[in-house]
């Protein structure tokens, strides 16, 4: 199991850098280069909202990318240190934390756009994060003969 791990402060610029290190290392895992492109867009679109959570509670710690090439199939993990409120719990009293519809109303956007993309997908959180897990199966290389 090969796996590549990925740290960066959250500032919007290194989203760009994080999708091209995720599409390189897919391709190079033997994930179908028809899917590439939602690659890029979905590790893009939940690293942009990493960073947006991070920035919006001021968190400093970075954003946390993980690349894992497995048998079968190809994960990438974004994850995130923006406390969430927890059902039965309170909400996050985290400096800057929001309770705006409209940022709320962001975060379900962002998330209903990277279901649109990936179909494997599961997402996490608690007071002390968020992680998204996105799965893709890999092409198992033939070898010459």
């Known amino acids: 199991m ?3 791990e990925l740290r960066f ?11 091209l290190v995720a599409a ?18 979905a590790v893009g679109e ?17 954003v946390r990318v993980l690349l894992t090439e497995e048998e079968k199939q190809f994960s990438i993990e974004v994850g995130d240190e923006a ?3 927890v059902p039965g719990g309170q909400a996050s009293d985290a400096p800057g934390a929001s309770d705006d ?3 709320e109303g962001e975060d379900d956007m962002g998330l209903a756009v990277i279901s649109g993309l990936v ?27």
């Open 83 to 85: 406390p969430r409120s």
């Open 101 to 103: 519809l409209d940022a």
């Open 9 to 19: 402060s959250a500032q919007p610029e290194h989203v760009r850098t994080a999708r």
């Open 46 to 62: 939940a690293c942009s909202r990493a960073v947006g959570l991070h920035r919006s509670s001021g968190i400093t710690a970075p």
């Open 2 to 4: 090969a796996t590549v």
């Open 119 to 145: 179909d494997d997908v599961e997402v996490t959180a608690d007071q002390s994060g968020g992680l998204i897990r996105m799965t893709w199966p890999i092409t198992p290389a033939t070898l010459p003969s």
């Open 24 to 41: 390189a290392v897919a391709r190079r895992a033997g994930v179908d280069e028809a899917v590439l492109d939602e690659v890029r867009l």
